[in-house]
């Protein structure tokens, strides 16, 4: 089966300041692989005609063209009259677009410009895909046996059009190779302990398989993927493959779905009926942040005491001065002390606390920054655990909350 | 002044599948920009020789070409061989390079491994750049007067690189033109508003300087900068137009620094001696995780309730259930009561809170979705307001919170 070759031109004076950083190219890159087609270069350009023509040149090896950005109303005024040089036609009123763009503008309650209304002019020889998420026209034209798509740069519409109206020509028009993907998450194990577990493993893979690490804070997402002819045959060995995977990994599993911990968090206590609240020091209030992200989210999470302040550890958790005093605010009998005391305080199955330095600076040499007690109360009693979380006070907020979750899912399933 | 034609050569497969988006390439537009300098493309390419190759004569045109990416241990194998190729040159053994490695596994105590060794190896013609964020080697090669940079493309050794090594070597090559920009960060006006008021001025700006407008989350960065031979021309019409900018509008203004306006309220209250604590509901710690994120906060950050299930409002806050049943959860009352409690509780000079529906459900005719109270009790009284932030739950909360501190500053400041 012969691969097509598939281009991506992005147009934007801001992608080449640095005003906007290009997420279009990646969101491409990442539905065209999951589609079963591969996308060969990004080529990122400015708003000239030059630059524009130079582009269209290079791309005439290609079998199909992705042209992203240049169609605002503003930018409009440099693409569409070079795109008609290019293709060798000229701009005409294009009825279809004109009447997408008055149900636009009559949906949105807004009057429509007259530099709105030259958005419906478009190069005679193209056809005209309809974008119904903005103003912008989508347009399909060849030349050579080249396919040139052009889709706004606004990334929402951008992502709109081309899942609504463009993977469906694409995919009748060219042939894919089927791709099959799976995703792996797993926390409390280092990326490189991991790659130690795993490599046999990996080195062993089929050729049509490949496995990439994908850490974050925290924790690591392996994703399982793989093109092949054959669909049956790249399903089943991903079956297979998988299941050794797990097998040699399985204490760092959270989950098998490509979601953070949380989400694994909540569909675990809602599914149980059962609720949970946080006291936060260090964390600051971000294991409460992230769970509430999540729609209905209040059915398994109550509240949050960010005792920031020492004193209100002891105002609002109960936790004794006297115990602050002796042991110190960043100590297992602390935590445990606010992992009960928020418990009890919101009426909930499970109390999760945290305590500890984000830094730079507050370190000890007891406690150096980096330093985070953790707690989970519940039913069962209190667990709790002293972890290291390095220098940088974002990645130690971010890894804290996201082991916090760990255990309180460990709590949970235990 | 002849501008100098800069390119940038982005290799890499995981570009290309979207597993990393290329922040690279915007940041080098961005710094070069604020060098003085002008990105002219970005090429984004997979790790194949072909395609390298394909690139590079691509480039011939440009007299600096910088090429990031495919220097890592593995990608080494196909990129080092091609730049030898291209170069018409061999690899051999670098004793600086070599150095660098060692004294780096040093540091962190780790072990060499033959591949490592082998990234001491370089086209013999490369003038060698030392690397001191990590083991990929950084080269210069000339070809035909056109200057080739390879760089690695983990983002943290590329702009320790770039900054310390390469951006002094290009400004003593390549003749810069000056650059200067001014950020103004203002909230609490739409883009279109803000575009109504400052059109006429806009307008009549001196070809030289260029306004972007960069709205985020309930605010609108303005960038106005500019780029002329005379700097300090530039510099001056520079302080004459944002003067003139602040007259029209002064009232939206909170900061002339490019922060976050949690830094600003953080400046604030830490230069008056004063702290500030939020009960939150809709915003679920959000207030709370912006400032403890900046280092220092708890100067004047004492702690939050995320009061998220309702009976906890009573609880913790003081807010009588009688209050709740009469006005609702969502409800001027409830939003101040909240706001004197959590002052109350945390000892502070200030209490924020919000009360809302952040959804995607629990809306109701009188309260739709969006519908956000924020209010701020001070020494002075309590104020609230109550708004509509739209029916997307992350941007409700991201909005509500700006909003929230907003109302703080003003009440700081007032």
Known sequence: MKEILIKNISIGDELLIGQVVNT??????????????QLDSILTIGDSENAILNAFDACMDADLVLVTGGLGPTADDITKPTVCKFFDTELEFCQAAYDNLVSLFKR???????????QAMLPKSCEYVPNTYGTAPCMWLEKNGVAFVFMPGVPFEMKGIFTDELLPRIKERFQ?????KRVIMTTGIGESFLVDKIKDWEYALPDFLSLAYLPQYGMVRLRLSGRHEDARLLHETLDREVAKLVDL?????FS???QPIERTVFELLNSKGMTFASAESCTGGNIAHVITLIPGSSVVFKGTAVTYATPMKTKVLSVPAEMIERCGVVSQEVVETMATGVRNLM???FGV???????PSGGTEENPVGTVWIGVASAKGVVSKRFNFGKDRENVINRATIAAYEMLRQQITD
Chains 1, 2 share one sequence.
């Open 24 to 37: 279009n190219a990646a969101w491409l890159g990442e539905h065209l692989s999951e589609a079963g087609f």
């Open 108 to 118: 949105r309650g807004f009057k429509m410009s007259e530099r709105n209304r030259g």
């Open 176 to 180: 894919a190779i089927p791709y099959e």
């Open 249 to 253: 990994i399985s204490e760092y599993i």
């Open 256 to 258: 098998m779905q490509d």
């Open 347 to 349: 009426e909930v199955d």
């Open 353 to 359: 606390a945290t305590t500890g330095v984000a830094g």
